[in-house]
């Protein structure tokens, strides 16, 4: 699989190519944590999700939490990977009080799913694939607080033994905006999947970014550096950019790269050094003796893929073939699994959805996420319900108002409230259509124009003057076809 | 109330069925044992409160015929087994005051069936030793001596105080755990019976680990029936234990007593070592002709990996204490020792917590597990662990039930005597690390003495979940040697 090229940076001695791959860890949505029975529920009192295993006491062993694994192969599905039928979890022997075992439950020679890959669609219609390497289960670590005491640290381990996904990707990625479009759509996949819900704000979505640099055309790798525990996507490309330009930085006046784990200040707009490859920890890994191999039959994963819900890049297809959507509004819609299903609504509540999709999809498009945009809300908080648009699309659709007087009844709607169709007849908000009624207005008009009637005649495509003294005297209501095709025979053009 | 503590467990049941005695009798009797006995040093906490209130407790459900299979009997327990409100600390300094709000598996499965709880049992400091003379409560004395010497013993190790407390009829029974001979080398030096049943066979959950793919609790008791009684209690699956098979308990008892007639019983040639005192070639062949008189055939058999089954079972079980052992951070529970920064408490708790046995076996684990070194060591262990398995698949394969070897290379030793250098001590597991590499199940039965007047106990293998035929075998021995009761001079 090759990587689709990205956007150069231009150095002091020439263009740089970035070499990006990413490390995400996803929370995943299960009630219990991934050995034991306590409750994943986030922001409780310190300490009051936590079971004796998770707290290490002696003699306590790990259970494995049977809807952790369903997830992780519903998530291994969904990125069309490889899932292994037998999986093996490793200690990671590392000292921290966040980690009150002393080591960490992960996977790692033998992770639960293996290769895959991810489409992104960039900027321009363009498309890149990237390749998943692996996705493995792991426990999260508890929490330290700093702010408690002013001479001691204090552990919560509410989240300690939270299971995580880690996604790991091949280094396929190379610029900024591929790295960010990247993180949405498996972000996006992921919550289409109900397997993690995304909140990075809240943490259950975390990246590692690892990037290097090479000179435009070069195929062998740079030198990386890891940048860990990013929690924004707007951060990770913009912490690309700055490590990018530092590594390019130090090569070009002759420096060389240390491999070593980074932190980047979105304050300073910086990347500084966390620790270098020699305090590196060495974690030891071996194989967990108190829990047995991870073992599932094809049926089991077989079951699973049957209860796979349309994925993003499925839906846009369909949304396409379907509704003759063009291919980036159909991306628009399935971008997050909200907005598709708003629009999924929608359409069923459409008389004729063959006819009306496309409509539709531009009304939520424009109107709809356009003004949700404009206020800062989101589709959650939308004042216009999907019926409420299914009847103002159906309205426009059967002919009975125009999309000028549609957009005032959008207007109505979305400040005031109340059932579309009752407010066209209540309001007159009704398009004529009436053939004499709007005879008679062209024909007022023409007689009191002579003069524009006359350089209507000499220069046709000064009717439009007519077309818009008809409608401002119908207030609008009249069908603009119906006054064109009348404006013609009249004016003999 | 001499008499009610030399009673078997078997005897004490049936006496307690039919009403010779109560429990709080025989309670108290072996109370009153362990307070004369503490110059062994056998129980590190007693709990006679707690025994006198179980025991009234189960007297009363006897009284209305509900009392279970070890309905009145009083236990004691080792000291690696959580109790709920009694303080566990496997021995450690570590662990300090401990005291965990959980029961293990196998203790309350024991108190379900209506035993009684005396207190927690001596052992080497987080069971690592093979003498009891690690433990931070100090050694284990051994209630036997050499004939006209009083010189005092180790009772062996790591369940020492589990063996001592049976052999000196301080309780009725005991739990132990083995995770390289730590129940049958102390049962050997005893005089007592140890089996360590397959691995999965009881529940680990509430023990404290030492490695966990090899650790597996079982019985020490007076006799192979009483052992028998015992294990049923203790055997079966745990779904808290994802390593328990989920497997039906056998009534074990009822194999006391069925005839060997007819069942292979392997001798491997590998287990004659040079320089074995000729006194344990001669149990060994004693307890081979024992077997043969009651109907077993014997066969010489190879397990050609024996040689390698120490050294690869001293690569294994420190890595894996390694990891286990890191939750002791002085952080959540136990012994914490301040210092400037968070490396420094844990610096300062570990060497202080851990005694030089621990602190070395956490030293070679981390060793061998660390980058460049695992695939020499670990990975390469675990190679040899396969291949150990193999020879013993593979004589069972042939049809042999069980297999025949001494279960230490020499009787009890004494106190200090062989603290100098770690590998001599290590040798002693040198008969019974192969059964926890396998994985299979293995019981010391006493079989003789030695010159000096100390027992000796030979060791029989069996196949996975085959503990029933080891118990049957283990009965023609102790049928034939008779036991061993040491003189009382406490």
């Not at chain 1, 648009?389 to 709607?413: N, P, Q, Y």
């Not at chain 2, 069980?402 to 008969?431: H, R």
Request: proline share 5%; net charge negative; charged share 25%.
């Amino acid at each position: 699989m090759s990587a689709a090229s990205g956007k150069l940076i231009k150095g002091a001695t020439g263009d740089w190519e970035t070499v990006i791959g990413l490390e995400v860890h996803a929370q995943v949505t299960s009630n219990s944590k991934l050995f034991s029975g306590a409750s994943t529920e986030f922001g409780g009192e310190p300490n009051s999700h936590v079971s004796l295993v998770d707290a290490a006491m002696p003699g306590m062993l790990p259970v494995i939490n049977e809807e952790c694994v369903r997830q992780a192969v519903r998530t291994g599905l969904g990125l069309n990977a490889k899932i292994n039928l037998r999986s093996v979890f490793d200690r990671k022997n590392y000292f921290y009080p966040d980690s009150p075992q002393g080591y960490q439950i992960s996977q790692y020679l033998s992770p639960v799913v293996g290769e895959g890959e991810v489409m992104l669609e960039l900027d321009g219609g363009r498309t890149a694939t990237v390749g998943i390497e692996r996705l493995h289960l792991e426990q999260d670590a508890g929490k330290l607080l700093h702010d408690r005491s002013p001479s001691l640290t204090c552990v919560d381990l509410n989240r300690c033994g939270v299971a995580l996904m880690e996604i790991v990707s091949k280094p396929d990625i190379r610029d900024a905006e591929q790295a960010k479009a990247y993180v949405t759509k498996l972000r996006s996949i992921l919550r289409y999947l109900g397997t993690c819900d995304g909140d990075m704000e809240k943490g259950s979505l975390r990246a590692d970014v690892n990037v290097s640099v090479r000179r435009a055309g070069a195929t062998e790798l740079g030198t990386r550096c890891e940048i860990k525990n990013m929690n924004s996507i707007s951060f990770i490309g913009d912490a690309i950019e700055h490590e990018a330009r530092r590594q390019i930085e130090i090569i070009e006046d002759g420096g060389t790269i240390d491999q070593e784990t980074r932190l980047y200040d979105p304050g300073k707009g910086e990347t500084r050094s966390m620790r270098s490859k020699e305090e590196a920890h060495d974690y030891r890994y071996f194989p967990d003796p108190d829990l047995l191999p991870l073992e599932f039959s094809e049926a089991f994963v077989a079951g699973i893929k049957a209860g796979l819900p349309e994925l993003p890049d499925q839906k846009k297809a369909r949304f396409i073939a379907e509704f003759g959507l063009s291919p980036y509004d159909a991306s628009v819609l399935v971008a997050e699994r909200e907005s598709a299903d708003f629009y999924e609504t929608v359409l069923a509540g459409l008389a004729d959805k063959a006819r009306d999709g496309k409509l539709a999809a531009n009304w939520v498009i424009n109107e709809l996420f356009g003004r949700l945009n404009k206020e800062g809300r989101d589709i959650t908080g939308s004042p216009v319900s999907s019926e409420q648009l299914s009847a103002i699309v159906d309205l426009i659709g059967e002919g009975t108002i125009s999309g000028k007087i549609a957009k005032d009844l959008f207007e109505i709607v979305w400040t005031e409230g109340g059932d579309p169709r009752a407010l066209v007849e209540t309001r007159g908000m009704k398009q004529v259509t009436d053939l004499g009624a709007i005879e008679k207005v062209v024909d007022e008009i023409i007689a009191a124009n002579p003069d524009k009637v006359a350089q209507a005649r000499a220069r046709p495509q000064l009717a439009g003057w007519f077309v818009g003294q008809v409608m401002k005297s119908s207030g609008g209501k009249a069908n603009p076809q119906t006054v064109n095709d009348l404006l013609k025979s009249k004016l003999g053009i | 109330m001499t008499r009610l503590t030399s009673l078997t467990l078997a005897e004490a049941r049936d006496g307690l069925a039919n009403k010779s005695f109560t429990s709080l009798e025989l309670t108290d009797a072996h109370l009153g044992a362990i307070e004369a006995a503490r110059a062994l040093n056998a129980f590190v906490m007693e709990t006679p409160d707690q025994a006198r209130a179980m025991a009234r407790a189960v007297d009363a459900r006897i009284a209305k015929g509900e009392g279970g299979p070890l309905a009145g009997i009083p236990l004691g327990i080792k000291d690696l087994f959580a109790t709920k409100d009694v303080r566990t600390t496997a021995c450690s300094k570590i662990l300090g005051n401990f005291v965990p709000p959980y029961e293990s598996t196998i203790t309350s499965q024991l108190w379900r069936d209506g035993a009684v709880m005396l207190g927690k049992l001596n052992n080497d400091e987080f069971a690592m030793g093979s003498s009891n003379e690690t433990s931070c409560f100090g050694p284990v004395v051994n209630p036997w001596r050499r004939e006209g010497s009083n010189t005092t013993l180790v009772p062996g190790g790591s369940s020492g105080g589990s063996a001592s407390a049976v052999a000196a009829l301080l309780c009725m029974g005991a739990t132990a755990t083995d995770t390289g001979g730590s129940i049958r080398q102390p049962a050997a030096f005893t005089g007592t019976v140890g089996m360590k049943p397959t691995y999965g066979r009881c529940s680990r959950w509430g023990i404290v680990a030492f490695a966990s793919s090899l650790d597996q609790a079982g019985p020490i008791a007076r006799t192979v029936r009483d052992s028998a009684i015992l294990m049923r209690s203790m055997a079966g699956h745990d779904p808290k234990d994802t390593t328990s098979v989920d497997r039906v308990v056998p009534d074990y008892e009822a194999a006391i007593g069925k005839s060997v007639k007819g069942m292979k019983i392997g001798i491997p040639n590998e287990y004659r070592l040079d320089g074995m005192p000729q006194e344990i070639e001669k149990l060994w062949s004693e307890g081979a002709a024992w077997l043969k008189a009651a109907g077993a055939e014997l066969v010489d058999i190879s397990l050609p990996h024996t040689k390698y089954a120490l050294p690869a079972y001293y690569i294994v079980a420190p890595a894996e204490a390694s990891s286990n052992l890191a939750r002791y951070d002085g952080v959540r529970y136990g012994l914490r020792v301040p210092g400037r920064s968070i490396g420094e408490q844990y610096e300062n708790t570990r060497a202080e917590g851990f005694g030089p046995e621990v602190r070395r076996r956490v030293m070679i684990g981390t060793y061998v597990l660390s980058a460049g070194y695992y695939d020499a060591y670990y990975l390469r262990a675990q190679k040899v662990r396969t291949l150990i398995k193999r020879d013993f698949e593979e004589c069972f394969a042939r049809g042999v039930n069980a297999i025949l070897t001494p279960a230490t290379p020499s009787a009890a030793f004494g106190i200090g005597e062989k603290g100098a250098d770690p590998v001599e001590m290590y040798l002693n597991d040198i008969f019974t690390v192969t059964v926890n590499m396998a994985g299979l199940p293995g019981i010391a039965v006493p079989a003789g003495k030695d010159t000096q007047g100390l027992p000796l106990g030979l060791q029989l293998i069996g196949r996975p979940f085959d503990e029933e035929t080891l118990f049957s075998l283990g009965e023609v021995i102790e049928q034939a040697a008779g036991r061993f009761t040491p003189a009382r001079w406490w």
